[in-house]
């Protein structure tokens, strides 16, 4: 499956923005789909994740009440809906794709086959 996520930009500490993941090439419901954001200068990190139905949802502790994932498989693509934005959110962005069933280890980047380009999300104070 490729991967194409967008949506990024700047906004204000406060502001709301909505990222996108559009996939291709193989039935977007086959996976277990997440984002994860790398900021300069640290290691990549798991911020959310969702079922294959949508049933279940992960978040890292501190974007929880504040980010909303969902996805939508007959458009193909995933969302996050993240709200009252902090300058410590801003970082690159990439959506990712694991096979098979929803796993334990889901917030972990080794759970994921598949990634997409980053998109940049830059919050200033």
């Known amino acids: 499956v490729q991967l194409q996520a967008s949506g990024g930009g700047l906004v204000q500490a406060g502001g709301s923005l909505r990222l996108s993941c559009a996939a291709s090439?193989?039935?977007?419901?086959?996976?277990?789909v997440g984002w994860f954001r790398q900021a300069p200068g640290k290691e990549r990190e798991f911020v959310s994740a969702?079922?294959?139905?949508?049933?279940?949802?992960n978040y890292a502790d501190s974007v929880k009440g504040r980010f909303t994932i969902s996805r939508d498989n007959a458009k193909n693509t995933l969302y996050q809906q993240m709200n009252s934005l902090k300058p410590e959110d801003t970082a690159v962005y990439y959506c990712?794709?694991?096979?098979?069933?929803?796993?334990?280890?889901?917030?972990?980047?080794?759970?994921?086959?598949?990634w997409g380009q980053g998109t940049q999300v830059t919050v200033s104070s």
């Open positions: 990712a794709a694991s096979n098979g069933i929803w796993r334990n280890d889901i917030g972990r980047a080794t759970a994921y086959d598949y």
């Open positions: 969702i079922s294959r139905s949508g049933g279940s949802t």
């Open positions: 090439g193989r039935p977007f419901a086959r996976y277990a």
